[in-house]
């Protein structure tokens, strides 16, 4: 089961079996079989995501950028990950590694700086 999951390159996912004896003997070879079959027929049917590493950005906004922030957004590349409202717009922005650089560029552009969160 195990190396049906490393072949597919897949990370974060479980394969649990729970065998049901009925009254077929089939060996260690043939449960090895089974078993495999059986992760190999559940990944054919289950949804991938592609998870991609990002940076968080924290950004305070005036209301009047924030029309211009939002044109900036490209999904999956640069996306809206919160937003609050007071004052002023405090909002989240994620990014994939090779877009912050034209993003921090972007909001240089508009008079404004974005603060790197840890995570």
Known sequence: MLAVLRGAELTDVVAVVVRWFGGTKLGKGGLSRAYAEVVKAALEELPVVRELERVRLALDVPYERLGAIKRLLRPPEVVLAGERYGERVALALEC?????????EALAELGLTAERERS
Request: charged fraction near 20%.
């Open 96 to 104: 994939v590694p090779e877009a912050l650089p034209a993003l921090e």
